[in-house]
């Protein structure tokens, strides 16, 4: 039986929860999930540019787990991208430290506004 997973902390949970692409490949239409982990990672790494042990910190894993998760997410993201899939960001094993999210509109590091 494997271990349960620890939660993740999140800071800004995504504002739109949808992309869909504006013309539907040959193939049909398709969904990919990206956890709500995985673009906490990709928020921290690239678009803040922390580096792998600031950001593992911030989510509270280890900055092997950052990395995993960093690389799992830039994967469903470079699929969505190529294949013309709708890239939906739902789920996960995650929690949102009070005074962080959707109801405040203010950046939030370690629980603390700033």
Same mark, same amino acid.
């Given at each position: 039986?494997p271990r349960?997973?620890?939660? %993740? %902390?999140v800071y800004?949970p995504?504002v739109?929860?949808?992309f869909?692409?504006?013309? !539907?490949?040959?193939w049909?239409r398709q969904?990919?999930?990206?956890p709500?982990?995985?673009?906490?990672?990709? *928020?921290?790494a690239d678009?803040?540019?922390?580096?792998?042990? #600031?950001?593992?910190?911030?989510m509270? !894993?280890? *900055?092997? #787990?950052f990395? %995993?998760?960093l690389?799992?997410?830039?994967?469903? !993201?470079?699929d969505?991208?190529v294949?013309?899939? #709708?890239? *939906?960001i739902?789920?996960? #094993?995650?929690v949102?430290p009070p005074? $962080?999210?959707?109801?405040? *509109?203010? %950046? $939030?590091? +370690?629980? +603390? +506004?700033?």
């Amino acid at each position: 039986m494997p271990r349960p997973k620890k939660p %993740r %902390r999140v800071y800004w949970p995504p504002v739109a929860d949808i992309f869909i692409p504006n013309r !539907v490949p040959p193939w049909g239409r398709q969904e990919i999930l990206l956890p709500i982990e995985g673009f906490e990672a990709i *928020r921290l790494a690239d678009f803040e540019g922390l580096d792998h042990e #600031t950001a593992a910190k911030m989510m509270n !894993v280890s *900055r092997q #787990t950052f990395g %995993r998760i960093l690389a799992q997410a830039r994967a469903i !993201v470079a699929d969505a991208l190529v294949m013309g899939k #709708t890239l *939906r960001i739902k789920g996960g #094993t995650f929690v949102i430290p009070p005074g $962080c999210g959707h109801r405040h *509109r203010h %950046r $939030c590091r +370690k629980g +603390k +506004k700033i």
